[in-house]
């Protein structure tokens, strides 16, 4: 997780930008609490970003599936940090495996800011380049078959 800054993910980029939110996620990117100490931290279209403990334990509890060359689906990737974090455990660089990471999120506007953050970390641009990490926007029920209310 060190690997890709997690401050890029709440950046000018961001649809909520504050530039009190940038500069606390650039103290507490290290830290294990979420951003500005607070419970919860927005990143747009009323979602939050989890602290790093969380993303770190869900990259324990996924550690036997997150292998070179598997393919991932992040469904309601949000900010994107967890689907880059994804993709440097199944697309390892220099690794002969050709794995891939899909997040797929329900807002627009995290699509746009989430992939503006990882065309800022150079291996993961590459990787979106190439096709390997993808974040898409998906209207979950629609594509579901199911009524849009």
Avoid at 50 to 73: D, T
Wanted: hydrophobic content about 40%; charged content about 15%; overall charge negative.
């Amino acid at each position: 997780m060190q690997t890709h800054p997690r401050q890029v993910f709440a950046g000018p980029g961001n649809a909520d930008y504050r530039p009190a939110v940038h500069s606390a996620m650039l103290r507490h990117t290290a830290s294990d609490t979420p951003l500005c100490l607070c419970p919860s931290q927005p990143i747009g279209s009323g979602q939050t970003i989890s602290a790093p403990h969380m993303h770190a334990h869900c990259l324990e509890l996924l550690a036997n599936h997150l292998q070179p060359g598997n393919r991932v689906l992040d469904v309601g990737s949000g900010s994107g940090y967890l689907s880059v974090a994804m993709a440097r455990l199944v697309c390892p660089p220099d690794s002969p495996q050709q794995g891939m990471v899909v997040g797929v999120e329900h807002f627009p506007e995290l699509v746009e800011s989430s992939v503006a953050a990882v065309r800022e970390i150079d291996w993961a641009r590459q990787l979106m380049e190439q096709g390997r990490l993808r974040i898409l926007q998906v209207h979950m029920l629609q594509n579901c078959g199911l009524p849009v209310v």
